[in-house]
Nanobody
Framework: QVQLVESGGGLVQAGGSLRLSCAAS????????MGWFRQAPGKEREFVAA????????LYSDSVKGRFTISRDNAKNTVYLQMNSLKPEDTAVYYC?????????????????WGQGTQVTVSS
């Protein structure tokens, strides 16, 4: 099992930036792909971005492509989500997730471990 702890959320004005962090501990060697998802009030959880630990290959949703950047620090077992040009519609709880296979996917059910989430609020 792997434990995931997100941090870095907060309140920011539209056009601003935030960087989220996800620290992984436990059996991190058995998880090869990390992802970020988000859930806005009254909406379903949706995919944001994913990255493979080894190659650093990435995948983004169309709604954040060009504004968000996912990266990882293998030595620190930490994944980051740099969010720029934030919009009010980016307001959500952001969740970090891990999956075993080194395969990029948007499918939420492919991710077996989840963090508790961190709130991001973008004011207009």
């Amino acid at each position: 099992q792997v434990q995931l702890v997100e941090s870095g959320g907060g309140l920011v004005q539209a056009g601003g930036s935030l960087r989220l962090s996800c620290a992984a501990s436990g059996r991190t060697f058995s998880y090869n792909t990390m992802g970020w998802f988000r859930q806005a009030p009254g909406k379903e959880r949706e995919f944001v971005a994913a990255i493979t630990w080894s190659a650093g290959s990435t995948l983004y949703s169309d709604s954040v492509k060009g504004r968000f950047t996912i990266s990882r620090d293998n030595a620190k077992n930490t994944v980051y989500l740099q969010m720029n040009s934030l919009k009010p519609e980016d307001t959500a709880v952001y969740y970090c997730a891990a999956k075993r296979w080194p395969e990029l996917t948007e499918t939420m059910t492919s991710f077996g471990s989840w963090g508790q989430g961190t709130q991001v609020t973008v004011s207009s």
